[in-house]
């Protein structure tokens, strides 16, 4: 099955991230910020790190809390292991990918399992609904042989992350926000094709390469936020030269974001309520694998 696309969305804008630190001190692009929360929502940030240089990330993530969204780690090429206030732990390898739903709360450490070598990948925050933001955590590891990938006649190579590609289902599958998270792996000259329902808001990363949207070239490095117009089915990509990109693209959920750092919540007083749990030793309720 194959997702054709009569009526293209267009580009409306490339995003250049931000150089930033985060964690012990980990240097991040941080492409999706806080300013694009309402334009890209569902989405609520996306990291994308990527070193061959240990300084640049071996002192990684210690333990720290979140509340109210959910968190999807890929990992292109490292090794990862994290832990969490329960007890439970796991091993990110070569394209993983770890899917955790922070609920009403979760304390959890993400550390590097290497002193040498590359190390790359992406993390997604995606908010969740207002009635599902207190839910008990959950989370799920796949290694990169768990992830559904196929190819197209025109030799692009697809692996799905969440979400629907030309008849492929998604190793995650969301019913409110019903995103699309998939790696798009694209010979030189060749073009990919992905329906997206109109109404949903899109954006492509390209992280190898160069790609071609609707006429506007989208740079290794940059992103590129799809246009909502009226009457479109979906985008068309095409490699420049031998390129490598994520689309993500996800159904808004319309409400009011506010958020402390790694809490992200409806309102001030939730919060409020986030931090008091917090330092009382009440937020950190394990996560179920």
Known sequence: MTDQVNTARSVERIITGQAVMDGAGVKINRVLTQTLQRRLDPFLMLDNFGSDQANDYIAGFPSHPHRGFETVTYMIEGRMRHKDSA???GLLTNGGVQWMTAGRGVIHSEMPE?????????QLWLNLPAKDKMRDPWYRDFNGEDVPVFETAAGAKVKVIA????????AVQR???EPLYIDVNLPAGASFSQQLPEGHNAFIFTYRGSVTVDGKAVASGRMAILANTKGTDGVIVTADE????????????????????PFVMNTQAEIFAAVEDFR???LGEEAQA
């Open 242 to 261: 031998a390129s490598r990109f994520i689309l993500i693209a996800g159904q808004p959920l319309n409400e009011p974001i506010a958020q402390y750092g």
């Open 87 to 89: 007890g439970n732990e």
């Open 175 to 177: 019913e409110v926000t």
């Open 280 to 282: 009382a030793g009440k």
């Open 163 to 170: 979400g629907r590609s030309h008849g492929v289902d998604g």
């Open 114 to 122: 290497q002193e040498d070598g590359v190390m790359e990948g992406f």
